[in-house]
Structures are given as structure tokens and as C-alpha cells.
């Protein structure tokens, strides 16, 4: 019955490795999205997908690569993970249509700790 | 550059009392505003306003938008512990591009 899921929930990992985050939603929705939420709660929108496509993509390291195998599909691959890469990642998922009423809906975060 | 602007940044209130968060904004192709609840975990969907003066109202939580001031404002009446949360509100922009504000962490005191 799950909307919006990430795998994994929690993710401790070693300065320089290289990690994926999952994100999967059944809500039948066009458009996903990855933010990066800092320990002071400020939740900053990193990429966009619509079917498929790259839609937004903000000022965000060339380590960070999304990739949309499909439109139920969003996952996060970073490379050489640095200390302040450590945040919630949240992905999100909003409806079909270009009027104003794209509520979004938000997967439970994956809390990644770079040692 | 696109912003919203939150607040108070923290509130800490008794149970019962009234609370006013404001949420103002400048953004380009603004669409909506939406606020959100976020406890322990991901932000949960509270409302989105796209109208001006138009009150929107689930229970003891009420939100208004002005879109000649560029600002919301989301109250809650009669406050409970478990309405402590940070409370969080976007403005969308454009079809897709939804800009955060930093947040009013609210703590109810019993």
C-alpha cells in the first residue's frame, strides 16, 4: 500500500565509496523528484523527472547522477562521497497535468551518513 | 533569485494556545503555495492555496493566501502536543520547480 519508498532508509558509508538510493512510487504519477534535506531542515530540490526526462537540474555536483528507468523509477547514484554529501534524502513524486494542483507526495527519506 | 521566507524559525507554545506561522514569498511564475507538516519523518501534505483570500480549513488548522503581498499564513487554534512539527511551505513555480522555505519548528508544550 506503500506510495512513495526509498531503499535504503539508512545508509552509513566511508568518505570516497560510491552509493545508490532507491526510489519507487505506485501512485501513477509523470513527474519525481530528489531532495536533499540538511540538518537544519532546509529541503533543496536537486532533480526533476517526467516521463523519463530530465526536467530540473539545480546546482548540484557532477557526482550526483539520477537515473529514470521508467516513470514509476527514480534512483540517486553518487560517487566519491564527500562529508557534506551527510543529509535525508527525500524522494517525491507529484501528478500528471500542468495545472496548479501538483500536490507532492513525499517517499520516507534515506538518512546517509558520510564517515 | 527565487525565495520563501519563513516565520518565526521556532515557536514553543502551552496546549490551547493559538498559533500564526507565515510563509512570504518571490517567485517567478508563481503557481501555488502549499504547506506542510513534517514530524519525525517526510513532510505530509497539509493544503495548496492557488487563490487569493480563499481560507482553506482541516479541523483546527486554517491557511489564507495573498497574492497582491506575496505572503501565506497557516494558524492553528486550540494546539495539541502532537501538532509539534516543523511546518514547512513551498512555492511552486512553474509546473514542477517547488521552492522550500526553511521551516517553523513548532513545539506544543502540555
Known amino acids: 500500500d506503500t506510495a512513495v519508498s526509498q531503499t535504503p532508509k539508512y545508509l552509513v558509508t566511508q568518505m570516497g565509496n560510491d552509493k545508490s538510493i532507491k526510489c519507487e512510487q505506485n501512485?501513477?504519477?509523470?513527474?519525481m523528484y530528489w531532495y536533499k534535506q540538511d540538518s537544519k531542515k532546509f529541503l533543496k530540490i536537486m532533480f526533476s523527472?517526467?516521463?523519463?526526462?530530465?526536467?530540473i537540474n539545480e546546482t548540484v555536483p557532477n557526482r550526483f547522477s539520477p537515473k529514470s528507468p521508467d516513470k514509476a523509477h527514480l534512483n540517486l547514484h553518487i560517487n566519491s562521497l564527500e562529508l557534506g554529501d551527510s543529509a535525508v534524502y527525500f524522494c517525491?513524486?507529484?501528478?500528471?497535468?500542468?495545472?496548479?494542483?501538483?500536490?507532492?507526495?513525499f517517499g520516507p527519506g534515506t538518512r546517509l551518513t558520510v564517515l | 533569485e527565487d525565495k520563501v521566507v519563513q516565520s518565526p524559525l521556532s515557536l514553543v507554545v502551552h496546549e490551547g494556545d493559538t498559533v500564526t506561522l507565515n510563509c512570504s514569498y518571490e517567485?517567478?511564475?508563481?503557481?501555488?503555495l502549499l504547506w506542510y507538516k513534517q514530524e519525525k519523518k517526510a513532510p505530509t501534505f497539509l493544503f495548496m492555496l492557488?487563490?487569493?483570500?480563499i481560507e482553506k480549513k482541516s479541523g483546527r488548522l486554517s491557511s489564507i493566501l495573498d497574492k497582491k503581498e506575496l505572503f501565506s499564513i497557516l494558524n492553528i487554534t486550540a494546539t495539541q502536543t502532537g501538532d509539534s512539527a516543523i511546518y514547512l511551505c513551498?512555492?511552486?513555480?512553474?509546473?514542477?520547480?517547488?521552492?522550500f522555505g526553511t521551516g517553523t519548528r513548532l513545539k506544543v508544550l502540555a
Open positions: 517525491a513524486s507529484s501528478p500528471p497535468g500542468q495545472g496548479p494542483y501538483n500536490e507532492q507526495f
Open positions: 501512485l501513477g504519477h509523470d513527474t
Open positions: 523527472y517526467n516521463n523519463k526526462e530530465l526536467i
Open positions: 517567485v517567478t511564475n508563481f503557481r501555488s
Open positions: 492557488t487563490s487569493s483570500g
Open positions: 513551498a512555492a511552486l513555480r512553474g509546473t514542477y520547480k517547488y521552492i
